[in-house]
């Protein structure tokens, strides 16, 4: 069991390292103008420059976590910090559309390498009865980073130009990397067996399926390329579920998927991301194109929202481990689910801010809801070793969730309005709304009719710990 001291400074250092990573997914939104400007991008290269690192991210997710396990988690993070700060100074200096598109793919793999490590190097650090403040901690620095990517973004390219949105990472990742050499302790999970059939099997599938997610946007879900993607996609997560089943050391046991608590919490974190950050990509848009914000301006006020994630998050932590995480969850996406109605009966092209000002509010909240009582739902339903496996599986079908979510959503947007008028665009966003609104609610009532408390799960790994906790 680590020192109090190497906790600390393990989550320091792994909260800075999410939340680098967390900010560069949101960040380069507002530069795409600039950035078309500067390099005379095409529209399908500035959507490649978002979508490159989506696809890596989520792709790669299972793959960080499994090299964590195999070759040391410390040594992997560290790593994963090094290729992410190197591919941030390669996408400032990239002098075509091209090669920024590439750098963005490597910040991709890279952030899929840090993410999941993170909340396992958590879980390695903190005994079981002091993870949940932790972890509350460790969500409110990711929603800091979803509150401040577009405003960082934004102020960014208004006061320089969009090279310094990478560039930003670059003293960060500098100074980061030789802590993490100094501060971390090393740990790995149960297995020392990299299974490579399961990683190409993984990594191919999901490919597949984000690829087909993220095109269908601009190709539509009937175009060939689309259904192909789709299709061999969910062929191969199938064969790599059937291979996992047989191999006598899985790098993702199914047997996680046979506990309710850990399959709730997975189908209630692809239900908020599907619905939340579906409908955060078309209200940051509302903001801009409808009520004449810049896009710094939009930033600003979509903190309201962001904000009350920071400070909730970290009650929310505290308070699932000592009273569970189902009502947490339950609640956080009913919260979410009324925010979101609210909000889709509310816009309108003569919407004045204050009045979403509260239902922004209310969604934060049941957003940190959800955030550190999911996470500490899946540490208690799997050992501390497998925590790495869990973390890696959660984090790829959070990713899932959050593509499909803008995926549909912008599906349904085209299907009732378009970009063409401040009307039209009102007229697409609300039934995009209320499809997020059912998925919300859908996975809120999954939630509320879990059958058994993950805090008793929790006490029982607490109880495993033995004489090592009160000397800890």
Known sequence: MTSSRTSRWTLLIVS????MVVLDNLVVNVALPSIH???????????????AYVLAYAVFLLTGAALGDRFGRKRMFTGGIVLFTLSSAAAALAPTSGTLIAARAVQGLGAAIVTPLTLTLIADAFP????????GVWSGISGIAVALGPLVGGAVVQAASWHWIFWINVPIGIALVPLSIARLAESRGPSRHLDLRGLALA????????????RSQSQGWTDPEIL????????????????????????????????R??????????????????????LSQFLQSVLHNSPLQAGVKLLVWTGATMAVSPLAGFFSERYGSRGFMAAGLGLQAVALGWLATLAGVHQSYTSMIAPFILAGSGMSLVFAPSANAVLASVSTEEVGQ???????????????????LATVFTS??????????????RPAMWVGVAVLAAGGLIAAAMPFSIRAKAAEQVDTVGEAVPAA
């Open 228 to 259: 192909v993607a789709l299709g061999v996609g969910a062929v191969l997560v199938i064969a790599f579920i059937l291979h996992e089943l047989r191999t006598r050391e899985p790098m993702l046991p199914m047997r996680f998927f046979a506990k």
């Open 390 to 408: 869990a973390s890696g599986a959660t984090n790829a079908i959070r990713e899932l969730g959050g593509v499909l979510g803008i995926a549909v």
């Open 203 to 214: 990594s191919s599938g999901l490919f597949g399926i984000v690829f087909g997610l993220v």
């Open 128 to 135: 079981p009865q002091r993870r949940g403040v932790a972890i």
């Open 37 to 51: 400007r500067d390099l005379g991008a095409s529209i399908q290269s500035l959507e490649w420059t978002v979508n």
């Open 416 to 429: 009732h309005g378009s970009y063409l008028s401040p009307q039209q665009f009102v007229d697409g966003l």
């Open 16 to 19: 800075i390292g999410l939340f």
């Open 261 to 282: 608590s850990f399959a709730v919490t997975n189908v209630v974190s692809l239900s908020m991301y599907f619905g939340m950050f579906g409908s955060i990509f078309f």
